[in-house]
């Protein structure tokens, strides 16, 4: 019952979207290395925030032997400001796998290669290998619970596996075409916010959710956990025109550069204990008073201010230091604003610090 619905709505599925897909630049080129680019890039990211970055990084690395030849210091500065860095990490990684031995050329040779997880390599086998096996996210999952009317749970795993094994019984032979279609009618009809507008939409006349009214109970899904909450003091340390800088170790934003700092003093207790530690941090943390005891430890304090950075599940309440110190520690390296700009992979969790320096 269901696969036939479904197999109904996949013809007018794809005439949809030949005629109303977006103009993306990873639309163009259907390579296995820009497919792998753009999924990675794509992950967790608006798709006006990749466009450009995809386009740029595609000029500075346009095979994975020019990525794979990069150091990695070069391609995390290259992927500065898209975030969630592991990305970029495994992105190199997998380019070197690729330089080295080729493409795979099935589901679980994409699968394999690092950073790459059933969704993306679902997305990759279909687009640039012609598999007919289903990328499904929440996207897909809400146009597919919608359709159906069907309230599983789409945070179960098993949902997407059920939803997945009937994706493949009636993928058409556009792969490409119909991984695509799906989620471009998750991004711009049926939309994760606010009511989709099924009046656009090519499923209206037989979708279930649609036909009773019922748009709004789909998809189904768990309550979310509250991100956890932790604050930090940001220490800009500036010592005749150079800027005290240190690479970050494991844990979050790992191998990016970060200017010193350390939870702070002022912290609700338990809630830092999972900030990755750097090496130093113990020696950085300020005094019992939180950050107004800074000027004794570093230098003097020539301005403060207060920001915010959301990840997905950690929220860093930061402030921020600008500190003339009275020497050059030598734990961290010291460089200059224009060196830091060119050169050191910033996360954007310090840009509001960025400010600080001067040319
Ligand atoms: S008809 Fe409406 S609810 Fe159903 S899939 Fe289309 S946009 Fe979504």
């Known amino acids: 019952m269901e696969e036939e619905l479904l197999r109904g709505a996949t013809e007018p599925l794809l005439a949809w979207y030949r005629e109303n897909k977006r103009d993306l630049p990873w639309r163009k080129e259907r390579s296995f290395y820009s497919v792998l680019l753009s999924e990675l890039m794509l992950q967790q990211t608006r798709v006006e925030a990749v466009k450009d970055r995809y ?28 975030g969630y860095y592991s990305r970029a990490r495994n992105l190199w990684k997998a380019a070197k ?15 394999a290669l690092p950073g790459v997880g ?18 499904v996210d929440g996207n897909v999952l809400r146009i597919l619970t919608r359709l ?73 899904r768990s ?19 150079l800027y005290a800088v240190r690479k970050r170790g494991e844990g979050l934003l790992a191998g990016l550069w970060e200017f010193p700092n350390s939870p702070s003093q002022l912290a609700p207790s338990g809630e830092n204990q999972q900030l990755a530690p750097s090496e130093g941090n113990q020696q950085l943390a300020p005094s019992e008073e939180g950050g107004r005891g800074v000027g004794a430890t570093f230098g003097e304090v020539l301005a403060t201010k207060s920001a915010k950075h959301i990840f997905t599940h950690v929220e ?44």
């Open 148 to 220: 159906f009317a069907d309230g599983r749970n789409i945070d179960d795993a098993g949902t997407k596996k059920y939803f997945s094994d009937l994706l493949r019984k009636v993928f058409p032979p556009e792969t490409g075409d119909f991984t695509e279609a799906l989620m471009e009618l998750g991004a711009i009809v049926c939309v994760p916010n606010g009511p989709p507008t099924c009046g656009a939409c090519p499923w209206s006349g037989v979708c279930r959710a649609h036909l009773a009214g019922r748009e709004a109970e789909f998809p189904v």
């Open 223 to 241: 309550e979310k956990k509250a991100r956890r909450i932790e604050m930090l003091d940001v220490f800009v340390l500036r010592h005749a025109d």
């Open 118 to 135: 059933d969704y993306t390599a679902g997305a990759i086998s279909s687009i640039a290998l012609g598999l007919k096996e289903p990328a």
């Open 316 to 359: 860093w309440r930061m402030t921020g230091y600008l500190i003339e110190a009275k020497e050059r520690d030598p734990q961290f390296a010291w460089v200059s604003a224009g060196e830091l700009r060119a050169h050191y992979a910033i996360p954007s969790a310090f840009r509001a610090f960025l400010a600080w320096l001067e040319e």
């Open 55 to 82: 386009t740029r990084f595609l000029e500075r690395f346009p095979t994975a032997q020019s990525l794979a030849a990069a150091s990695e210091d070069e391609v995390l500065k290259n992927w500065e400001g898209l």
């Open 97 to 111: 796998i690729l330089a080295e031995r080729g493409e795979p050329q099935t589901w679980v040779g994409v699968r």
